[in-house]
């Protein structure tokens, strides 16, 4: 992922599932199944998926390979799919 992973995602203005429309101060995250920023309620959908704990433990062994800080670091882009953020600008 690349190192402005956050300006592309944290400050989209669109939930890319539902595209609710999603203010700077809106909380969102990102899915474990595409990378997308996506809702509270989109995030709360994926979550009753029934291969949502498969598909996240693949999300944070791909993400720990490909990402060099810790995974609690929230700077870390894996981190974000868990911890809510907001556009920061
Ligand atoms: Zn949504």
Not at 69 to 75: C, I, K
């Given at each position: 992922m690349e190192e402005n992973w956050e300006k592309q995602l944290a400050c989209?203005?669109?939930?890319?599932?539902?595209?609710t429309p999603l203010g700077k101060k809106d909380k969102r995250l990102l899915s474990v199944y595409d990378h997308e920023p996506i809702c509270m309620d989109c995030k709360s959908a994926e979550e009753k998926r029934p291969d949502y704990e498969d598909t996240t433990r693949a999300m944070i062994s791909t993400c720990m390979e490909t990402?060099?800080?810790?995974?609690?670091?929230?700077?870390?882009?894996?981190?974000h799919h868990f911890c809510p953020f907001k556009c920061k600008d």
């Open positions: 989209a203005e669109v939930c890319l599932r539902c595209n990402e060099n800080r810790p995974y609690g670091n929230p700077a870390s882009y894996c981190f």
